[in-house]
């Protein structure tokens, strides 16, 4: 009997990869979000070569969770399936499919899944797996604007089986000060940059504007890509009409760009099933380095807002698996919902915000489209292409789930592994993440206190409201809601509040913070 290393039955490799973005005007004749995702799991098959025979021989499907499954803010007025893998299986002519699983939430799922269905290969357990998702949250935007009545209910029966963690980003006190999404969580992680860096608040913003210029002119070369404008630097970073602010200090162009219609599948099957069903050896990939982690669950928790320990070694973990470094990249991903989901990916990995070898494949998430929980499938599935066009060379994915909570890292080339697949068990290291705690959290503030970090929540009409953490003089953190005064928002927009001394007090479990 072969040894585990060279049993071809227990070896991952992928083999198929396929991307769609959706541009029909028509909205009556535009693809269903699982339509949509069928015609990228088609493509897949036919990029690693036997089509229709490498979906009938699958034994394993994870379908991402859709964002109108995820948030209130994406709920699909026009319904969905009761059972979204089985709807998409059937589209597929996949019935057979044993394993129909429907992800918990989570950028960092993508590759997640990757990681852990290679680990089941090794153990045998599995020989032929998809991982896709997709959304059409631009046409189901798009419809209801028009007043158009769609239907995509179905029921095929049956419940899927979950995968992942089904745990929501924010606790309670959070929930109950606003700060319960990533637009109102990532601008506070961006003010804290801003102050971990000495910048001003016009320094910084076109410092944001530099970092995200080089995705745009990514995506300006991506026909997939959503937006293909290629904004300069300066338009990135102007609030105008048509880029005005979302949460301060983000305007709409630097926001994960989520009402779009695209979608995307990657096939993994074990090295024996590749040959059994004739697939060009050009059409392989390998996982060479794995590894994911994630900070404490709630931004509250934090030791502080500008740094990711999860993201250090979860890179740390992935390139010791694959014996190199991010020098050794040819290409890079890095999850770009916002600026600061790079900017702290980029130090915590001691990677150039200016690397000359750019940090994205696709355009990022703002420009080539942030499709949900599915963003991590494209930029894996395009770097397949990438590596596939240069043998030899790797490239690193980043994915990055909740508010720099969740990370997972993958490192990939079309180079056979000179070792087994087998990352470490992410419990091992994850304690050292754990042991690292932030300051004592008030749920009920009042005294003095101090502003740690802050940002301003826009709507139609302007500041609505703001949401802030700050530190009570004995060190203990708190967060709060500043009066909605829209004088004293706009204020906070324009000179640096990260600092500001006041008193914050608590009424009926709300903590009110008054600069002054």
Known sequence: MPSPSMDETRIPVLVGCGQITQREPDL????????????ACRMAANDAGPGQKLLESLDTMALLRSFSDTSWRFTSPFGGSKHPPKSLAGRLGADQIARKYYTHPGGNMPQYLISRFSEAITRGEMQAAIITGGEALGTQKAAQRAGLQLDWNEDPGGKPETLGVDTRGWNDAEDRHRMAGAIFA???????IRGSRGRTIPEHALAMGKLFEGFAKVAQANPLADRRDGFTAEQLATVTEANPYIGFPYPKLMNSNAFIDQAAAVILTSVAKAKQMGIPREKWVYLHGCADTYDHWFLSDRINFHSSPAMRIAAREAFEMADCTADDMAFLDLYSCFPSAVEICCAEQGIAEDDPRGLTVTGGLPYFGGPGNNYVTHSIAEMMNKVRSKPGSKGMVTANG???????????STDKPGKPFAPRNPKVYQVEIDTAKGPTVVEHADGAATIETYTVIHDRKGPSYGILYGRLDDGSRFIANPPEDPALLAEMESKDFLGAKGRVSNKDGLNTFVPG
């Open 28 to 39: 009556a004749k535009a693809l269903d979000p699982l339509s949509l995702t069928a015609e």
């Open 186 to 192: 990532y601008p506070m992680i961006e003010n804290a």
């Open 402 to 412: 909740n508010y720099v909570t969740k990370q997972a890292v993958g490192i990939y």
